[in-house]
């Protein structure tokens, strides 16, 4: 199923960089979200032990609460330029060279409502309640429902 995962995410990257016009986009280094009370960071995240299938003692308690991350949505699904499904991660997706991130530096957000897949080319920051699921058997072991979502102009 890693396998699936990561043909997934490689031909989505392909698609949407064959998709879009790079000549206005953002870069990481111009454009910068504001950081919310309960922000949190990705090596956070980072603290589920992949060999062992083990958390941290302060990623379960950070949890347990709603928190907000900062990131970029690889679209899993969208019909019409709207998408309520993608994968979040650390680092803007730009082209399928580019390895991807670890099954812990990896999101699965269900939003509200849907959101524009132009959008998604930009920096999000999303908010609401992720739940860590070590069964999960497609290799992306955090889910997340976006309570908000800003986007980055």
């Keep these: 199923m890693k396998t699936l995962t990561y043909i997934l995410l490689l031909s989505t990257l392909s698609f949407a960089h064959a998709q ?3 000549s206005h986009e953002p870069s990481e280094a111009v ?5 919310a009370k309960d922000q949190i960071e990705w090596p956070l ?3 589920l032990d992949l060999k062992t299938k083990s958390a941290d003692k302060a990623l379960i308690e950070r949890l347990k609460n709603p928190l907000t991350l900062n990131g970029f949505a690889i679209p899993l699904d969208f019909d019409k330029k709207i998408v309520d499904t993608f994968l979040f991660v650390p680092f803007v997706p730009t082209c399928m060279h580019v390895p991807p991130p670890a099954e812990n530096q990896l999101i699965h957000v269900m939003t509200n409502k849907p959101i524009k897949v132009n959008d998604l080319m930009y920096p999000l920051q999303i908010s609401g309640s992720i739940e860590l699921d070590l069964k999960q058997s497609n290799d992306v072991y955090f889910n997340m429902k976006a309570s ?3 986007v980055a102009r």
């Design 20 to 22: 879009h016009d790079h």
């Design 31 to 35: 454009v910068k979200l504001p950081d």
């Design 45 to 47: 995240l980072a603290k």
């Design 148 to 150: 908000n979502i800003k």
